[in-house]
């Protein structure tokens, strides 16, 4: 009702008057007024137009309560968290190669040989070789992968033992060498052997987002699906065509979309199956060291859901770890097999309960890029997560991101060093922080 309206949208004028955190206090003005325009714009428009998506995928959906609880839990949780890093640790990154790479999601950690693979925003697959000082260059373009938008990814390369604990595993006794698996938000997971430069297509799937190997079985991987609506093609600041994911992101959180997906795909038989639906964004996966459970990510519910896929408890979903401070992005197994990473790519802030109105999630949706876009809080932030219960023990911060862009995934090498993936990042980032 027009009543409620005006009530929701007092509220919310209220709540905005309160900066995130006071390491977020520049720029948190502009940010701060447009959720309120975009309310207000909402109300006194109040047209039926408004809850049907503007690219035609269909209605606005309201938010159900869970899903606004879930949200709830995670606000005023920042400031303590990073508390928790006085020295901001992630400031203190080292970054190599700067202007040699663009908007790379993940950069897994070094193959056998120490060179990196590393997938750009384009699909373009480079390789960067260690130099004497410890720095990273470019030398040389293995591959592109095609149309599409290049996310999570693994490395495939033989060993002389099981390596559990890396990024790294036993290929199937038929794999032509050493592979990347790649999850590509338009085509699906894409298979690329570095050798050859051969790409090929596993499952096609659009809108696959992170994948990981369960290490104690080589056969078996496990992917996000993070809604049904593909990402789309959209011109950049720079005029060139992308296939832009934040912009996907928005549309999903819009729409009040919850069809993202945990799945399954056996190398061997070549089939994919469901484990897990309904979810708001599925994002980062990951698989514990003995391959009993895997983790995965929902975003828009600020949580990690653990699903068993082994043992006494196979099938059951619970969760791992819930009221994180901002949107959790991709996640991955430390070096160790004890804990796990995870990325905070930007924080909870007062404006999520604008996005409870319909009205409000279908003016957004309409708004230019460039003006949606002014809503990016920035926050530079990794959690640390026990593998045994989900509990923070370790907090890597750039708060206003003065060092890094912002986190969208980490990775660990087996001397413990950290690599940064950012959708905007210009460099490799590795950080010797004691992790």
């Known amino acids: 009702s027009a009543n409620r309206s005006v009530s929701t949208l007092r509220q919310a004028r209220a709540e905005m008057s309160i900066p995130v955190s006071k390491t977020q206090a520049n720029g948190v003005g502009t940010r701060r007024v447009i959720p309120c325009l975009v309310l207000a714009l909402a109300c006194a428009l109040g047209s039926s137009w408004l809850l049907g998506m503007p ?3 269909g209605r606005v959906h309201a938010l159900s309560p869970k899903l606004q609880e879930l949200q709830e839990a995670a606000a005023g949780k920042l400031a303590a968290v990073l508390a928790r890093d006085p020295a901001q640790r ?3 990154c080292v970054r190599h190669a700067e202007g ?3 908007g790379a999601e993940t950069v897994a950690p070094p193959s056998r040989n120490g060179s990196l693979y590393v997938p750009d925003r384009d699909g373009s697959v480079y390789r960067f070789d260690p130099v004497t000082n410890g720095s990273y260059v470019r030398t040389a373009t293995v591959a592109n992968l095609g149309r599409g938008r290049p996310l999570g990814y693994i490395l495939l390369e033989h060993t002389e033992a099981a390596l559990p604990l890396m990024e790294s595993f036993w290929l199937l006794p038929d794999s032509p060498g050493p592979m990347l698996i790649v999850a590509d938000a338009l085509q699906g997971l894409v298979q690329l052997e570095l050798g050859s430069g051969k790409v090929s297509l596993l499952t096609p799937l659009h809108s696959a987002n992170d994948l990981d190997v369960d290490p104690t079985d080589h056969s078996k991987m496990y992917f996000s699906v993070s809604t049904t609506f593909p990402v789309e093609l959209v011109y950049g600041d720079d005029e060139k065509p992308r296939y832009d994911t934040m912009d996907w992101y928005f549309r999903c959180a819009a729409r009040g979309d919850t069809t993202g997906r945990l799945l399954s795909y056996n190398r061997k038989s070549g089939k994919t199956a469901e484990l897990v639906t309904g979810l708001s964004f599925a994002n980062g996966v990951a698989v514990s ?5 895997v983790l995965v990510v929902e975003s828009n519910g600020f949580r990690i859901l653990r699903v ?4 006494k408890l196979a099938g ?3 969760t791992f770890a819930q009221g994180l401070p901002g949107f959790p992005d991709s996640m991955s197994r430390s070096a160790d097999g004890k804990s796990f990473f995870v990325a905070i ?7 999520l309960k604008l996005m409870r109105s319909r009205l409000a999630r279908g003016l957004l949706a309409r ?3 460039w003006l949606v876009h002014k809503l990016k809080v920035p926050l530079g932030l990794v959690l640390q997560l026990r593998a045994s219960d989900g509990e923070v023990i370790g907090v890597f911060a750039d708060a206003e991101t003065k060092h890094v862009r912002p986190v969208t995934a980490v990775t660990q090498s087996a001397d413990g060093r950290l690599f940064l993936g950012s959708l905007d990042e210009e460099a490799l980032v590795v950080c010797s922080v004691g992790a």
């Open 308 to 311: 068993w896929v082994r043992g």
């Open 345 to 351: 790519i930007a924080p909870h802030t007062p404006a």
């Open 289 to 293: 060291a003995d391959g009993s459970f």
């Open 90 to 92: 992630l400031t203190k």
């Open 100 to 102: 040699q790479l663009l």
């Open 316 to 318: 059951n979903v619970e």
């Open 367 to 369: 708004l230019p890029r």
């Open 55 to 57: 690219d035609g995928s």
